[in-house]
């Protein structure tokens, strides 16, 4: 074609690119560190499987048509770079073929053909994105104008490389190929149309042209292909569909193991975090670059909301608002952020030689307040850390650590959290558990019982972590009790810390305090390594999660089983034998902290199937997709003023079932549900049951 | 405007008290600010922020205080002193109210706010005699306290007919009662913060005073004997027909209570 355009149309599009890309890659600079590079065949699995294999939009049954949409559309781009890449290359060479995939070999042909096809494809997506955008209008899309511009260049992209194409045929099959226009012609394989019927389908459109329309068709596709590429391109990074480049590097960078980044040790005793409120996230430099990353990335898709218990219920939290604004105010201070950056490297950790630079740094700053400002107070304490919206991730952003990042600066630094937490703090600092009922009436549940004390039996085989629930609270007292009974029942040899337990810190953490919860932790670490402590039954979740994920950074390795995987097992080994005699309709709610968190999705069905006369039956909500009940995250112990409740939404679900038996896994979510169940009128008629509560009354 | 509160250290009475021999046993106890005094501090702090008053947290007792001390800092209290005297062990309420007297007459404050009462002995007197000795107004049992101009305030107390609002005038002793404020947990910073606040610790000496000048050698009161609580015993839960149940427990409430 013309060299000299072409060279033009690369060096202006591309440099723009280049260019706009050099800066958000700066900013991502600017973000605090953190370490994305190891492993590096786990990452490059997670991308092969989530973000090449397109694992949540195809995996998800519920919106499988529109992620299989989706899932063709990005297949399509990938298949057609290869194209693009020729295309450019016939702008300087006439017939250029790439090495490899030209007409002497069958790889070539094999690869016209799947462009071919590749495009009818996308095509018919487009027009069907189209089509569910303004006719079906599912409530999850954000229907922007943005969305529409690039369904419309990708149509654009996809129908000029066709008339181009087609016309090409056309020359060169109806009018004597007057400018030597090159096709595939391989004696073994035969002509590139045998190949390539949706472009002959094409051409078949535009047969009615003259020569010369068809040569002039033929260029102004060409041209506009290669303009609405290049500005396609440009137009990425601007917007939302900066996904189409950055999906590939957020799921490779994700963090691998836990579900997603571990909160961070906070180092307390240094001094200076407190004075420069580098504790948690308190402004926008504290996010790190993956954070940042992940903001670029996201798709706006709404998935995340969707699933949300606090938008369900009308919070005010928002996820992909809450990552647009973020992203928004990363991008007005991107400046600003480079350059205070450049000022923190030359600090050398010298409090006298560095005020001189801080102060220069603190120009910088944002002028809104990151929290309170950009983020509303109510945003950031609704979140019950479910994780049901990172499960659903497209692209995996993680939303809780940073939640949790903000509510630490919240909390160590501003003071500023929900004021109803005092008092569960207090009973934290006083008595070890958030109701702040005395420590030493820890224990008093297991009057009677004759249930070991560590202290007595220090070489038990199992711990029995009873958490604070379990030891204080009426209702879930009797799930300690009937957990005692089954471990009794299989001569299972344990103990209990008694007075020594402490709460293991998980709402403290969860809301931010990381004081408080290393202060349970260091204190709770003491006594299990003191007693040499190997393995753990745990009735609660929460615990659980403490005890397995949190601990270890503060030098607890224990074993950790939570008590319906232990029943499981007992029942498998033939320990304790069970009656299949629970009548009536069963189901069972997953707790998030036991299945997200920690994939215990089989076990408590396994033992519910065993006990269920009838089987176990789903919620619409269940397994990964589970709906949260309201309490995690330390909402336990804030106020839900807001919207509607997520444990009445949640029980709503149950009741619609016909339910006549709730199953849980968690003290939390038994509170929860069966506070549910009175406010709906229904707890005569639908009993929420622990686990171990249904097992133990159906013991053999 | 300066004003001076008072903590006292008490026992956690969340916690089971066992006694033996009639002394309360020391094992397992544990201490904590008494709650009455937090809503004093939270008061003073709460007119530091409206009126700029100039706040001193006093304690008094034997043994270490940090713990607490540094906790009213990190509320907001500028400045502590800690009177620490092995002696006050067995100090009763005036003696109390005496040392508090030294510390009033060593400042020059305008307004002394207290707990009500102190919780693990439940007295209420150390505020009411420490006005009485300084011969100043006194108002018990506030829920409000609202500044008139430099030397007056307008206090609401609780009264046995309803809430009584008072003019009162500086300076003053008003003893607080927990409606008046939600004592705020002071934000992580300000707790870290306050480990660099010094502690003005001082013995009765230092006070200018001794043991027997604030009359503790010649007590007013002595504890005899602990004896402990006695457990409350479970309810009983009536099922059935209103009316049915009504008259059983009316008869029960005749014949074996002997109530009515
Ligand atoms: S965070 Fe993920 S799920 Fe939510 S809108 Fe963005 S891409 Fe979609
Ligand atoms: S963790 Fe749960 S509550 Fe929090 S934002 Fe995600 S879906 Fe919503």
Avoid at chain 1, 297 to 322: A, I, M, Q, S
Avoid at chain 1, 667 to 680: Q, S
Avoid at chain 2, 61 to 76: E, H, L, V, W
Avoid at chain 2, 145 to 169: F, K
Wanted: charged content about 25%.
């Amino acid at each position: 074609m013309s060299p000299l355009f072409m060279t033009l149309l690369l060096v202006v599009g591309l440099g723009i690119f280049a260019r706009t890309m050099y800066q958000r890659i700066l900013l991502l600079m600017a973000l605090e560190p953190t370490d994305r590079f190891n492993r590096i065949k786990d990452r490059l699995k997670n991308m092969v499987i989530i973000a090449l294999g397109q694992k949540r939009l195809v995996g998800r049954k519920k919106e499988r048509a529109s992620g299989i949409m989706h899932a063709l559309i990005f297949w399509g781009f990938c298949v057609l770079i290869i194209r693009s890449i020729t295309l450019y290359g016939e702008g300087y060479v006439h017939g250029f073929q790439l090495p490899l995939l030209g007409e002497s070999s069958v790889l070539g042909y094999l690869y016209i053909a799947l462009k071919d096809i590749m495009e009818g494809v996308v095509l018919i997506m487009v027009i069907w994105a189209f089509y569910r955008r303004l006719v079906v209008k599912p409530p999850r899309l954000h229907n922007t104008w943005e969305a529409y511009l690039v369904l419309g260049m990708i149509g654009v992209l996809m129908i000029s490389d066709l008339l181009y194409d087609g016309a090409r045929f056309n020359l060169i099959a109806s009018y004597g190929n007057p400018g030597d226009l090159h096709y595939f012609n391989n004696p073994t394989f035969g002509q590139e149309f045998l190949w390539t019927p949706v472009t002959v389908l094409a051409g078949n459109v535009i047969s009615g042209f003259s020569a010369t329309g068809m040569e002039r068709v033929m260029g102004l596709m060409f041209w506009i292909h290669i303009i609405t590429q290049l500005a396609f391109l440009n137009f990425l990074p601007l917007g939302k569909h900066f996904h189409v480049i950055t999906s590939l590097p957020n799921v490779f960078l994700k963090s691998l193991d836990y579900p997603h980044d571990k909160i961070k040790l906070l180092d307390l005793e240094d001094e200076s975090v407190w004075e420069d409120e580098t504790l948690g996230v308190n402004h926008l430099h504290q996010l790190n670059w993956k954070q940042g990353l992940d903001l670029y990335t996201c798709t706006e898709c709404g998935r995340c909301k969707e699933v949300c218990p606090t938008y369900v219920t009308d919070k005010p939290l928002n996820l992909h608002d809450f990552n647009d604004t973020l992203k928004a105010e990363l991008y007005a201070n991107a400046d600003n952020l480079i350059l205070r950056a450049k000022l923190a490297k030359i600090l050398t950790g010298d409090a006298e030689k560095d005020a001189k630079t801080k102060e220069k740094m603190a120009v910088f700053k944002p002028e809104k307040a990151l929290v309170g400002e950009v983020i509303a107070l109510d945003t950031l304490w609704a979140c019950t850390t479910c994780r049901a919206c990172e499960q659903v991730c497209p692209v995996t952003i993680e939303h809780v650590p940073r939640i949790i990042a903000m509510r630490q600066g919240q909390t160590l630094m501003q003071g500023e959290y929900p004021q109803e937490l005092n008092t569960a703090f207090k009973g934290l600092e006083r008595n070890g558990n958030p109701w702040g009922i005395g420590y030493d009436k820890r224990a008093d549940w297991a009057e009677g019982l004759d249930v070991k004390l560590m202290a007595d039996h220090p070489d038990a085989e199992y711990l029995l972590w009873v958490g604070c629930a379990g030891s204080f609270d009426d209702r879930t007292q009797k799930v300690t009790k009937a957990l005692v009974k089954i471990l009794k029942a299989a001569k299972v040899d344990f103990a209990i810390l008694g007075t020594e337990e402490k709460c293991t810190g998980d709402f403290a953490r969860r809301t931010g305090n990381e004081m408080m919860y290393q202060m349970m932790a260091t204190e709770n670490i003491e006594v299990l390594n003191g007693y040499n402590v190997k393995k753990i039954i745990a009735a609660c979740p929460h615990c659980l999660n403490t005890l397995k994920h949190d601990y270890p950074q503060m030098g607890g390795h224990y074993e950790v089983v939570h008590h319906s995987a232990f029943i499981n097992q007992l029942i498998a080994d033939g320990k304790i034998r069970v009656k299949k005699s629970l009548a009536g309709m069963l189901t069972y709610h997953d707790p998030c902290y036991l299945g997200r968190y920690n994939e215990i999705y089989d076990a408590p069905r396994n033992v519910l199937n065993t006990l269920s006369s009838q089987g176990l039956n789903e919620l619409p909500r269940h397994g990964t997709e589970s709906f949260c009940c309201g309490a995690g995250g330390g909402r336990m112990w804030m106020e839900e003023t807001i919207g509607s409740r997520i444990n009445v939404e949640r029980s709503k679900e149950i009741v619609a079932e016909n339910a006549e038996t709730v199953a849980v896994g968690c003290p939390f979510c038994l509170t929860m549900i069966e506070d549910g169940m009175k406010e709906l009128n229904k707890d005569e008629d639908i009993k929420t049951r622990d686990i171990a509560e249904l097992v133990a009354e159906h013991l053999a | 405007m300066k004003i001076l509160t008072t903590v006292k250290k008490v026992v956690d009475v969340e916690l089971n008290i066992h006694v033996e021999n009639g002394a309360i046993l020391d094992k397992g106890l544990q201490y904590v600010i008494n709650a009455w005094d937090e809503n004093a501090v939270e008061a003073a702090v709460q007119l530091k922020e409206s009126h700029k008053a100039d706040t001193t947290l006093v304690s008094l007792g034997s043994g270490d205080n940090t713990d607490i001390i540094r906790k009213c800092y990190a509320m907001g209290i500028d400045n502590a002193i800690h009177i620490d005297d092995p002696a006050l062990a067995k100090a009763d309420s005036p003696t109390f109210a005496r040392v508090l007297q030294k510390v009033y007459e060593a400042g020059d404050y305008d307004l002394v706010i207290t707990g009500k009462q102190a919780q693990d002995t439940d007295a209420g007197q150390a505020g009411i005699m420490l006005a009485q000795f300084l011969n100043i107004p006194c108002v018990s049992n506030v829920i409000k306290i609202e500044v008139t101009d430099d030397s007056h305030i307008q206090v609401s107390r609780l009264g046995d007919a309803g809430t009584e609002i008072l003019d009162v005038t500086l300076p003053a002793v008003i003893t607080v009662s927990d409606g008046i404020n939600e004592p705020r947990l002071p934000a992580m910073r300000g707790i870290m913060m306050a480990k660099k606040k010094k502690i003005n610790v001082m013995d009765l000496a230092g006070l200018g005073t001794s043991f027997e000048d604030v009359g503790g050698t010649a007590p007013t009161s002595e504890i005899v004997e602990f004896m402990p609580t006695e457990k409350r015993k479970g309810g009983q839960k009536f099922e059935g027909e209103p009316a049915e149940v009504t008259a059983k427990v009316v008869d029960l409430l005749v014949n074996e209570a002997k109530v009515l």
